[in-house]
């Protein structure tokens, strides 16, 4: 009998012959690789390494030095202890958010789960208790089909998958889209957007939440500050993306 590895190899080589991977981006076409971004790609892509704000891993503009507060999180409270993220949102790769999230594509997971490990991201985060995907609200989940910050959570962390639980945290309001708001608008319009179903769950847990974009983290604080009412001992946050600006 064949072994089974040889057998997986021949059916992953007829499926490129047959279906040539191309470029996540630019949509050239690739070698068999396992990761679907060519080197050019690659290297458009800013990814959040060290030297960052240690608690919510604003990438610093300079590349020198170490790791520190910014000046943000000096004078701003977040309930969360510490955010990372992939990469830094941008132009050039906006279309891995956009066609996961909008386009329903899930092509790219793979690719982004592999870019993960290989740059270490989130490697300084707390081994977690839970895994929480920022929920959507039910009506937004019936027009989309699916949670992006689900799959990303199952993609991110294979090894983990048992503690994924997207019913702890649940959306009740359908708010407004967040992106044309001010800082007071967004925490307002958050205002008793997500409610913690089961408090025994959070109480005296390590919680990881996971998000596709950090903006300016409103929507991550509001649902850190909830589960810390409930008792979590400690909150913890990973994107896709984060944005610098």
């Known amino acids: 009998m064949l072994n089974k590895q040889i057998i997986a190899n021949f059916a992953s080589s007829i499926k490129d012959l047959c279906f040539p991977p191309a470029c996540l981006l630019c949509k050239k076409p690739l070698n068999r690789s396992s990761v679907f971004l060519c080197s050019a790609c690659i290297g458009g892509i800013s990814f959040c390494l060290p030297p960052y704000c240690s608690k919510c891993g604003l990438v610093f503009v300079s590349r020198n030095?170490?790791?520190?507060?910014?000046?943000?999180?000096?004078?701003?409270?977040?309930?969360?202890?510490?955010?990372?993220?992939?990469?830094?949102y941008s132009r050039h790769c906006s279309p891995l958010i956009h066609d996961l999230k909008y386009g329903g594509s899930?092509?790219?997971?793979?690719?982004?789960?592999?870019?993960k490990a290989q740059k270490g991201a989130g490697l300084d985060l707390s081994p977690p208790s839970l895994i929480l995907p920022v929920p959507l609200h039910p009506k937004r989940l019936r027009q989309r089909g699916f949670n992006q910050a689900m799959l990303l959570a199952k993609a991110f962390f294979p090894e983990e998958k048992n503690k994924v639980d997207p019913f702890i945290l649940r959306r009740v309001k359908d708010t407004r889209p967040q992106t044309s708001l001010s800082g007071r608008e967004r925490r307002q319009n958050l205002r008793g957007a997500f409610k913690v179903v089961k408090k025994e769950k959070v109480a005296g847990r390590s919680i990881l939440l996971v998000d596709d974009v950090f903006t300016t983290g409103t929507t991550l604080n509001e649902c850190a500050r909830l589960?810390?009412?409930?008792?979590?001992?400690?909150?913890?946050?990973?994107?896709?993306?984060?944005?610098?600006?």
Do not use: P
């Open 106 to 115: 899930t092509t790219g997971l793979k690719t982004l789960a592999r870019l």
């Open 227 to 245: 589960l810390a009412a409930a008792g979590a001992k400690r909150v913890e946050v990973f994107t896709l993306a984060r944005v610098r600006d």
């Open 65 to 88: 030095g170490e790791s520190h507060l910014c000046s943000l999180c000096r004078r701003e409270e977040y309930f969360f202890h510490k955010a990372r993220a992939l990469f830094v």
